[in-house]
């Protein structure tokens, strides 16, 4: 059974770049078919996907995010992070990880935890001057 923990800023000031990273324990973020997501829950737009690494490193992000996110990951320590940069205060929100089995590359991505078998806590990230 995997854990995962979300760590980063509380408070990020408007055009920063957010990190967040997502430690996972329990087991391996490259064990074949797993996915590892990253999605927000904003006021504006509700529980939102992010995008996702591989289990063998690829990305895939929101298109409409797409410009100005970035996921890696770290296989040593067992984390991936998200890297948004520009922010606004419409990126206030709660941020959580993710991780599931995927057979294949998934066309519709979840948004809702019932629907991962792995979820962390979140972690609050507002945006304000």
């Known amino acids: 059974q995997v854990r995962l923990q979300e760590s980063g800023p509380g408070l990020v000031k408007p055009s920063q770049t957010l990190s967040l990273s997502c430690s996972a324990s329990?087991?391996?973020?490259?064990?074949?078919?797993?996915?590892w997501i990253w999605i927000r829950q904003t006021p504006g737009k509700g529980l939102e996907w992010m995008g996702a690494?591989?289990?063998?490193?690829?990305?895939v992000y929101k298109p409409s995010l797409a410009s100005r996110i970035s996921i890696s990951r770290d296989t040593s320590r067992n984390q991936f992070t998200l890297h948004m940069n520009s922010v606004t205060p419409e990126d206030t929100g709660v941020y959580y990880c993710?991780?599931?089995?995927?057979?294949?590359?998934?066309?519709?991505?979840?948004?809702?935890?019932?629907?991962?078998?792995?979820w962390g806590q979140g972690t609050q990230v507002t945006v304000s001057s």
């Open positions: 993710a991780g599931r089995y995927f057979r294949q590359l998934p066309e519709n991505w979840p948004t809702h935890p019932h629907e991962y078998k792995y």
């Open positions: 329990g087991g391996s973020i490259t064990t074949n078919y797993y996915y």
């Open positions: 690494i591989s289990y063998s490193g690829g990305t």
